[in-house]
């Protein structure tokens, strides 16, 4: 997969971001030719060896048709995280950093649903934010639209979730059902291939 000089594209851990240049140096040994990336939002450049460009999982800004997805995932019941700390954190780092926006989708929904539903610790605050940046920033570049009216859209999908998921169980109290089934799935699926992501 080769990249050109202007063209956005999503690293896994650091979000959108700009190719700027190619640079033939010898950072380290067996490498001589890297993509200069720079990622605005946070003020970084990182040099990413064209060879392992792939294997990093830096890849292009998601389709149109896969904004979609995206928003079914956001719109989806939310799920219950676990409440064990640890499983959480890893849990959740795993659906951040994996490079596909319906994982990233899924983790904002669920923990917005934990803040609405229980608590977030201070790292999970942190999550939540690191997340709902990295997916706003891809929307917006998709949908080609501003940052605030992707926030706006991706809030509004998040609350419907929410609303839905608190109908669902208030349903199943009051007809003395079993509470909506909505136990997290771990470990967490990823798909194959970045097509299955945006469908």
Same mark, same amino acid.
């Given at each position: 997969?080769?990249?050109?000089?202007?063209? +956005?594209?999503?690293?896994?851990?650091?979000?959108?971001?700009?190719? #700027?240049?190619?640079?033939? !140096?010898? &950072?380290?040994?067996? =490498?001589?030719?890297?993509?200069?990336?720079? =990622?605005?939002? *946070?003020? &970084?450049?990182?040099? #990413?060896? @064209?060879?392992?460009?792939?294997?990093?999982?830096?890849?292009?800004?998601?389709?149109?048709?896969?904004? *979609?997805?995206?928003? %079914?995932?956001?719109?989806?019941?939310?799920?219950?995280?676990?409440?064990?700390? %640890?499983?959480?954190?890893?849990?959740?780092?795993?659906?951040?950093?994996?490079?596909?926006? +319906?994982?990233? @989708?899924?983790? #904002?929904?669920?923990? @917005?649903?934990?803040?609405?539903?229980?608590? &977030?610790?201070?790292?999970? !605050?942190?999550?939540?934010?690191?997340?709902?940046?990295?997916?706003?920033?891809? &929307?917006?570049?998709?949908?080609?639209?501003?940052?605030?009216?992707?926030?706006?859209?991706?809030?509004?999908?998040?609350?419907?979730?929410?609303?839905? %998921?608190?109908?669902?169980?208030? %349903?199943?109290?009051?007809?003395?059902?079993?509470?909506?089934?909505?136990?997290?799935?771990?470990? #967490?699926?990823?798909?194959?291939?970045?097509?299955?992501?945006?469908?």
């Amino acid at each position: 997969m080769g990249f050109d000089i202007g063209q +956005n594209v999503i690293h896994p851990s650091h979000g959108a971001g700009t190719i #700027v240049a190619f640079q033939e !140096k010898e &950072l380290v040994k067996g =490498f001589q030719r890297y993509y200069v990336i720079e =990622f605005i939002h *946070n003020r &970084l450049t990182v040099h #990413v060896p @064209a060879p392992r460009i792939e294997q990093i999982g830096v890849r292009p800004v998601m389709p149109a048709a896969g904004i *979609n997805g995206v928003f %079914r995932t956001l719109e989806s019941l939310p799920l219950d995280l676990p409440d064990e700390f %640890r499983l959480r954190r890893n849990s959740i780092e795993k659906q951040i950093h994996s490079g596909y926006p +319906n994982q990233v @989708a899924a983790a #904002v929904r669920d923990l @917005a649903w934990r803040s609405s539903s229980k608590y &977030l610790t201070e790292a999970d !605050k942190e999550a939540l934010l690191e997340a709902r940046a990295l997916l706003i920033t891809e &929307l917006a570049l998709a949908l080609k639209q501003s940052w605030e009216l992707t926030e706006l859209s991706v809030d509004d999908a998040i609350a419907r979730a929410i609303r839905d %998921r608190e109908e669902a169980d208030a %349903r199943a109290l009051e007809e003395e059902m079993e509470p909506v089934s909505t136990d997290w799935p771990f470990p #967490v699926p990823m798909p194959a291939k970045m097509s299955e992501a945006a469908d």
